[in-house]
């Protein structure tokens, strides 16, 4: 049976009970924009992204908490805005970071929460919520690290940055046999084979896109009707990612877990276009701001026999539900005190409302929330107000036009910044956000 056959049988199959202890495995790219993957309209094929799409649900309003890399990891592992705690801003490179930036030491992982329920825990890629050895991911929750620490890395040389080396475990090692992307999907796959008589929890968080431009000779050659070189080495780069997703889906596939498998893909921001050429369409706006394309990204999610093939979800969602319904397939009681939700019964129809009142944004100077088709941002002290369901691209602004849409949203967002911290660290020109007092600083 090839694959097309394959997804036909599961989308004629009905929805399975859920297995007791699923595997959990969550890619993130790094800088992809939401039009940098085939099903969303990239001319660069993602086959194997793509097929995680078309073997289950794509989230057409997916978005992230914050449009750069660290704070959005922050949100991500925690399934809480990460302004509650703090961490608001990218630190700087190693060498430039303060001693105090780290994901905050009295905050729950998702590694944490999947090792107390049993799971083999595994993690190859970028951290960046980290330098410090107490808040590498050897001490939040996973059994198994290889990665590096900080943020962007060289895919061609094993150690370009000071402070950021390419590590196993704790200790720093040369990656001298394989091109960055490719190391981390060996890895990945390695984990799955080693690990597969247990139930697993694996987070796969490339650096690909990301700059530097770094691409070998394989996987350029693919693209040799692109004249630009950026983003022919764009390409390149998005297409080994998409060959390592593939390799580890095929480990899992191979292991006999596929249908005992939750799979999640996402992008940590929108991409920075100048920058990598990746592209936002039909978004407005880039890495770095609240506008859609900074913060709205490819987000999917595949587990045969529990989400309908080729199922397309409007509704916003963020990436902050990943902890949540990752934490729920695996049997957890959720606390309070996430923000995060359970994405299953909303995808499979059990539950017919919205999975979020509104969400939000704060980064230094700039603000959004999104209450449902509506959306107010604000930077360089002026506000503007969007009907995303008529305009997706933000292209006219309703402030002045609709003044009381501008009071409810202001007004929505202000009572959630109430709860916040202000920042624990800032970097460069990203100035400091209101909140309530900030807690002394980890030790």
Known sequence: MNRREFLGSLAAAPLMAAAAKPNIVLFVADDLG??????QGCDIPTPNIDGIARAGVRFTSGYVSCPVCSPTRAGLMTGRYQQRFGHEFNPGPANQAQDNFGLPLTETTLADRMKKLGYATGMTGKWHLGYRPEYLPTRRGFDEFYGFPGGAHSYLTPDDRAGNPVMRGTEPVKEEKDYLTDAIGREAVSFVERRKSDPFFLYVPFNAVHTPMEAVEKYKARFPKIQDERRRTHAAMLSAMDDAIGRVMAAVRKAGKE?????????????????????????????????????????????????????TYDRPVIALDIHATAARAAGAELPANLDGVDLLPFVNGANKGAP??????????????????WKMLRFNGGAEVYDLAADIGESRDLASSRPEKLRELRTAWDKWNAQLEQPRWSRGGEAKGGGKKKRKRDR
């Open 34 to 39: 939401y039009g940098g993957i085939g099903v």
């Open 259 to 311: 249908n005992d498998t939750l799979f999640v893909f996402v992008s940590d921001n929108g991409g920075p276009t100048p920058q990598n050429t990746s592209s936002n369409k039909p978004l407005r706006g880039f890495k770095a701001q609240v506008y859609e394309g900074g913060i709205r990204v490819p987000f999917l999610m595949q587990w045969n026999g529990r989400i309908k093939p080729g199922t």
């Open 356 to 373: 979020h009142e509104a969400l939000y944004w704060r980064f230094g100077p700039q603000s959004a929330v999104r209450l449902g088709d």
